[in-house]
């Protein structure tokens, strides 16, 4: 079983760099069953993929968040993490860790908690 726990800022000022922390359990974050992906869900509105990070540290990214995003890890402490740069209060969401994969034909998708961001002055 893998859990995932975000982390950081609740609340962060328009332009400022928004810095989420998800922190695994349960798998390695470079075993190659797993991506590691960052969804988020602003109010009232659907999940918005914004990017994952494969086992072997390549990042891809949703374009709608290509230029202001930037996934990376820290394997000797089995987090990854998010940075999203020139925030405005439309990056108000709750941000959650996922971690997806395929193994034995069998899909395995576990999600954290997600941690709400607040884009305000």
């Known amino acids: 079983q893998v859990q995932l726990q975000e982390s950081g800022p609740g609340l962060v000022k328009p332009s400022q760099t928004l810095s989420l922390t998800c922190t695994v359990s349960?798998?390695?974050?470079?075993?190659?069953?797993?991506?590691w992906h960052w969804i988020r869900q602003p109010p009232g509105k659907g999940l918005e993929w914004m990017g994952f990070?494969?086992?072997?540290?390549?990042?891809y990214y949703s374009p709608s968040f290509n230029t202001r995003t930037t996934i990376s890890r820290n394997s000797s402490k089995n987090q990854v993490s998010l940075q999203l740069k020139s925030v405005t209060p439309n990056d108000t969401a709750v941000y959650y860790c996922?971690?997806?994969?395929?193994?034995?034909?069998?899909?395995?998708?576990?999600w954290g908690q997600g941690t709400q961001v607040i884009v305000s002055s």
């Open positions: 996922n971690a997806y994969g395929v193994f034995g034909h069998r899909p395995y998708d576990y």
């Open positions: 990070m494969a086992y072997d540290g390549r990042t």
């Open positions: 349960g798998a390695s974050i470079t075993t190659t069953i797993y991506a």
